[in-house]
């Protein structure tokens, strides 16, 4: 086992001959054989494979793929392209990074007719995200053909712009299945001239609900037509959908190229869910990746990650299916442009995420399925780079850590959680890494004189005083931060003995016990989550929520501020439409409390009482939510009924669940 930061950092460098992409693919999907290298001076390598020459291009896309400087189709290029070319229709069997959008984007251009200003194809995609991507990949390629005008449409984003660029006779449409339909329904998009339709990550789009949308849009174009399905797996519901929607399909199955594997060190660490957020604030502050994309299961714990991120100072955003696609866009914008280094998403949010300075992947939560894992670390190790991902196992999550390992066919690496010590050392020598710059750049002598003067006053020793210095300026204040890697040391400690309890305890378990599934796994760390935030200190009750505005950020700023509480003193937060809980770790005398209850967030007083939970009938606030029904989890709020949908008495809607953070 190795420590996680042990290694010499990733660092990105140039691109290797082949280049490798990660989904959603883009006109550098294609491989090529001639590097980028600026230092290249040698002559490219003659292909030794089929070019895109030999797969039967019409002239003009062939030389817009020279003019992107691509020479060597993938695999599912080499097969999809000539299949597709001669009027067949395929199901291409394909992970992420294979080039798929190459594949029938470019055989799907052949099949256009520049002259005829009506839809002629149609792709849909899971995603907003991905159709965004694949529309401008299919763009970039049919920037060869005049005339031919490709057009994204995804929910999120004004009707009238994508409806005008329809009318104006967009030729491909690339979209949402959800948006494609509100187009249909309202006589903006029509399918009768439709020539090819291509389904993109087929599986993913079933998973998502999308199946009877799916059949609806096929239903409307014409039964002469051309269709490509790709998809990663080929569960029996995609071959219902193919066996239903396509004509007599070649069927064609590659593998991922193993720059995909290689280029990826592929870790992970056993950690007890009551220690994971601080484990990976860790990770993160020990790493030297430009930036961290972090997958969680689901929307709140995005939320609850997020916020811990930030209160411990990493500059952190969270996306998660309630983002609306507006602030998605900045989000994502501002990550590529370096002003936010660690983004905390959920697998469905992250779809068409392409971020070429992601250099660390974190599972904090382990995928429900393998797939999901190759999809998810596929957003580093991007376009010749390299990167590190790393997975959160928790004890009881072995299996699901080796159902992954066979479907990869990699053993992953298992490493150790940095300790606060490292996390120092890390900064210190981050630190003194700047001082060369620092001194040549010069403007010292205000400090010169008065280093100079503590010593001859104090008769300090000057290693003690740069040590001091160093030590302050990473936030190691002495002895709490001595204590905290004990409790650290201990906390290892101990999860190693437990991990040795459990294999021994295993290899003496009768064969006939029966075994823990996915949902026992779910249902524990459910159990685990409940019990750290109800073990977390003492629970007060604020009195803003949702209905108010009310944000994680704001209580925990009107906390700190006001209460001259700190970040370690703050617990989970839940908010919830007209209050919120909060655990506080440490005692707060009277005073503290009366400076809390009079600030404001939101333009609220918070009025902080402590929590004394509630009697089975409590009086419903606002004359329709009960405060024990919050309590269970939201599951009846203002007006809602048990599937979190406006019931017969009306009021607004809110999430099914509290949204829960963590400040710690």
């Known amino acids: 086992m190795t420590a996680f930061g042990s290694d010499p950092p990733f660092t990105n460098g140039s691109r290797s001959l082949t280049t490798d992409v990660r989904a959603p693919e883009r006109a550098s999907d294609i491989s090529t054989t001639a590097t980028d290298s600026p230092t290249a001076t040698t002559a490219p390598a003659e292909p030794t494979g089929p070019t895109f020459a030999d797969l039967g291009l019409p002239a003009e896309l062939q030389r817009a793929v020279a003019d992107l400087g691509f020479v060597t189709p993938s695999a599912i290029q080499a097969q999809a392209i000539p299949t597709l070319l001669s009027g067949r229709d395929i199901t ?35 995603t907003r995200e991905l159709a965004m991507q694949v529309a401008e990949a299919i763009s970039t ?49 029509t399918l009768d001239a439709i020539r090819f339709l291509a389904l993109d990550e087929a599986d993913e ?58 280029s990826v060190r592929q870790t992970y660490a056993v950690v007890p869910f009551r220690h994971k957020a601080g484990s990976l604030a860790r990770v993160i502050e020990t790493s030297d990746a430009d930036a961290t994309i972090v997958f969680v299961r689901t929307r709140s714990a995005a939320d609850e990650v997020g916020a811990a991120l930030v209160e411990r100072g990493i500059s952190a955003a969270t996306i998660s299916g309630d983002v609306a696609q507006k602030d998605r866009e900045k989000i994502v914008e501002r990550l590529r442009a370096g002003q936010v280094d660690v983004l905390v998403a959920t697998d469905v949010a992250a779809r068409g995420l392409d971020v070429d300075r992601i250099g660390l992947v974190v599972n904090f939560d382990l995928p429900k399925e393998p797939e999901s894992y190759v999809h998810r670390i596929g957003r580093t190790g991007r376009a010749g780079r390299t990167g590190t991902a790393l997975s ?80 302050l300026a990473v936030g190691d204040d002495g002895p709490q931060a001595r204590e905290e890697q004990e409790r650290f040391e201990a906390e290892r400690a101990e999860a190693r003995a437990a991990r040795g309890a459990r294999s021994s305890d295993r290899d003496r378990e009768d064969h006939r016990a029966p075994r823990r599934g ?43 501020n006001e209460g001259g509480l700190t970040g370690k003193d703050l617990g989970k937060i839940d908010i919830f439409g007209t209050f919120s809980l909060v655990d506080i770790l440490t005692p707060m005398n009277a005073d503290t409390m009366d400076r809390i209850s009079r600030a404001r967030v939101a333009g609220r007083p918070l009025r902080i009482s402590e929590d004394r939970g ?28 048990p599937s979190g949908r406006p019931d017969s008495r009306g009021g607004e809607r809110y999430d099914r669940k509290p949204r829960h953070t963590s400040a710690r």
């Open 205 to 262: 789009m079933l998973r998502m609900g999308f199946a009877e949308d799916v059949d609806t849009i096929f239903s409307q174009a014409p039964r002469e037509r051309q269709v490509a399905l790709f998809s990663a797996t080929m569960p029996p519901q995609i071959r219902r959908v193919a066996a239903q929607h396509l004509n007599d399909p070649v069927e064609i199955a590659v593998t991922r190229q193993a720059t995909t594997v290689t």
């Open 392 to 471: 959160f196992v928790n004890p009881h999550e072995r299996g699901r850590l080796k159902a992954i390992e066979r479907t990869i066919r990699v053993q992953l690496e298992e490493v150790e959680i940095p300790s606060p010590a490292d996390v120092s050392a890390h900064k210190t020598r981050t630190l003194l890494a700047r001082l060369p710059e620092r001194i040549a750049a010069g403007r010292l002598g205000m400090y010169r004189e008065l280093v100079a003067a503590h010593l001859a006053e104090t008769g300090t020793d000057p290693l003690d005083l740069a040590a001091a210095l160093a030590a």
């Open 92 to 126: 291409g069997i394909a992970q992420t990074g294979t080039g798929k959008t190459a594949a029938f984007g470019l055989p799907m251009l052949a099949a256009i007719d520049p002259h005829l200003d009506a839809t002629q194809a149609l792709v849909l995609a899971p």
């Open 141 to 189: 390629f049919a920037s060869a053909l005049p005339g031919v005008r490709v057009e994204a449409v995804y929910g999120g984003s004004p009707f009238g712009p994508q409806a005008r660029a329809l009318r104006d006779g967009a030729q491909i449409v690339v979209g949402t299945p959800g948006r494609v339909i509100d187009h249909l329904e309202r006589g903006t998009l």
């Open 518 to 560: 996915p949902r026992d796994d779910e249902r524990r760390e459910r159990t685990e989550r409940r019990t750290s935030r109800e073990s977390s200190g003492t629970r007060y009750r604020v009195a803003v929520g949702h209905t108010h505005g009310a944000e994680p950020r704001g209580i925990v700023g009107a906390l700190t």
């Open 614 to 641: 509630a009697p089975a009938r409590a009086p419903r606030e606002g004359g329709r939510e009960s405060y024990r029904d919050a309590r269970d989890g939201g599951r009846r709020e203002h007006g809602h009924g």
